[in-house]
Nanobody, 124 residues
Framework: VQLQASGGGLVQAGGSLRLSCTAN????????PSWFRQAPGKEREFVAA????????YYADSVKGRFSMSRDNAKNTVYLQMNSLKSEDTAVYYC??????????????????WGQGTLVTVSS
């Protein structure tokens, strides 16, 4: 599976951005798609994931109520709508997939495929 993320950019604090991730080679409906992010000097951290077999979406506490992950099966694309952005949201955002749901969905080590990342910079 090849993943292509896009939509990053520079935004002021309080603003919004929508990230997209398109998959080639396999449909998202058969995968566990997720978003992670990595800020400079920090480890990669979980942001959001879709559990396809239960139609549930999981979020990191730090983004709950501000970020929303969704999927468009017809376009084979997942999105991350980011609202009320804060300076601490500045990071490279990655989409990732694994074949089956895993209870450690928040761990980057559980994912088999990664996109190239898209940079989000939030200015205060």
């Amino acid at each position: 599976v090849q993943l292509q993320a896009s939509g990053g950019g520079l935004v002021q604090a309080g603003g919004s951005l929508r990230l997209s991730c398109t998959a080639n080679g396999r449909t998202f409906s058969t995968l566990t798609p997720s978003w992670f992010r990595q800020a400079p000097g920090k480890e990669r951290e979980f942001v959001a994931a879709i559990r396809s077999d239960a139609n549930r979406i999981y979020y990191a506490d730090s983004v709950k109520g501000r970020f929303s992950m969704s999927r468009d099966n017809a376009k084979n694309t997942v999105y991350l709508q980011m609202n009320s952005l804060k300076s601490e949201d500045t990071a490279v955002y990655y989409c990732a997939t694994r074949v089956r749901w895993n209870v450690q969905y928040y761990s980057p080590a559980q994912y088999e495929n990664w996109g190239q990342g898209t940079l989000v910079t939030v200015s205060s």
